[in-house]
């Protein structure tokens, strides 16, 4: 009787601790394959289009990649359009408007369609997630933890 308790409680929980472990490995996987940040410094930048001293620029442009960028609910990723998954920049976002533009640089001023276009390039703005072929596994991963965690 004891046996079977202790199997009972130690071998079903771990059963689910590994579901969770590859569920963060599936975030980990989005983190390590995100786009790389292009860092602006003052030897780089448009001083038309790039404020530095806008609230949280430099905070925002410290990141290292996007997913980084985007967990940060001031920053945001901007990229010239079908770029997003390789390079990009972190920068802050409009308060007013976070899910449609950054506070300065190339995403700042959406056109009607919500693109950004500066010097005929054009650019798109995610400040939730980053484009990634790993993006879905998470999701796939807790509807199976889920499946397993209810029978």
Known sequence: MFLGALLAFTIIPLKL???????????LLINRESANVTHISSNNYNLSLINPSAT????????????????D???????????????GYCLPVNSDNSDL????????????????INNNTKYEWAD????????????????????????
């Open 17 to 27: 601790v590994e579901r969770l472990v590859l569920m963060g490995g599936a975030f």
């Open 56 to 71: 949280n620029f430099a905070h925002c442009n410290s990141y290292s990649n996007c997913d980084f960028c985007v967990t």
């Open 101 to 116: 533009q950054s506070l300065t640089g190339f995403c700042a001023n959406p056109d009607s369609n919500g693109w950004h």
């Open 73 to 87: 609910e001031r920053c945001g990723f901007c990229a010239e359009s079908g770029s997003l998954s390789t390079k």
């Open 128 to 151: 939730v997630y980053c484009h990634t072929k790993f993006t879905a596994l998470p999701i796939i991963l807790m509807v199976v933890y889920l499946a397993f965690f209810a029978s």
